[in-house]
């Protein structure tokens, strides 16, 4: 039973665990072997997804992935919908995952607001998308949080107020400027581009000044953390593993069963997480905040 669970939870279709273990064990299994083991593990997950969260959770990353559901006999793309976290341990932490019809306003609320009833507290700094849905959420829920758009969606963005093919280095210009020490070299360095750009390019300089701001949140944070959270790629990183796993599956016959199989991903990256070493110094955060009170002073 054990082993039928983990081929499951390693994205082998309930098809082919079925035929795997008859051809291994030389007889069948039924429909009840196959729910009872949907029930061991609905139960662990169920355990996971409604843990409370004692601890304050300074870093919140969200994203959002697609899945294919039948529901009603038709096929239809759902929302996965993810929360990591980076505690004042250093260490990162699976907080949610939830399956959503889409990415609106009241989904996204509806997942933080869980994620407060189960003890989320103390989020100082949120790293997620340009999405109007989450971004509204976000303020009725977490107003006290400060918001980072995620410079890499923000590039790829950039590319919809250019030419297909471009061939000079404006675009690798623009993203040097998420290199830079400080805002105040960012801001220089992005005069300098727009000024450089402007008569080339002018929809993209003009779009890239109406919005870059919110990309550029995360130099108000040390700069050892800066490479973290300037981006959702270490959420990226999970998403990319849920896509490898889930790809075998392609279409999940409910949404029950696609919720079992991202839960039980998120269940084993979580604790690969904790495993290992922290992911930052959050001394460096602290002896950043007390500066930014003393220069406040």
Known sequence: MAALAEMYVQGVSTRKVKAITEELCGHSF?????????????????????????????YLILDARYERVREAGVIRSQAVLLAVAVGWDGRRSILGVELAIRESRSSWRDFLLQ??????????????DDHAGLKAAL????????????????????????????????????RWIYDRRDLAEA???????????????????????????????FYRLPRQHHKHLKSTNMLERLNEEIKRRTHVVRIFPNAESCLRLVRALAVEMHENWLEQHRYLNMEDLREHKKEQLRLAA
């Open 30 to 58: 039924s429909a009840s072997s196959i729910s009872a083991i949907n029930k061991r593990l609905d139960a662990s997950l169920a355990e996971f997804a409604g843990r409370r969260l004692e601890e304050p959770y300074p």
């Open 115 to 128: 994620l407060k009833e189960r003890g989320l507290h103390g989020v100082e700094f949120v790293v997620a």
């Open 187 to 217: 801001r220089q360095d992005l005069a300098t581009w727009l000024v450089k750009w402007q008569n080339k390019y002018p929809k993209l300089t003009g779009w890239v000044e109406e919005n870059i701001d919110e990309t550029l949140t």
């Open 139 to 174: 303020r009725e829920v977490l107003p006290e949080a400060a918001y980072q758009r995620c410079y890499v969606h923000f590039l790829r963005n950039a590319l919809d107020y250019v030419p297909r093919k471009v061939d000079d280095d404006c675009l690798q210009e623009l």
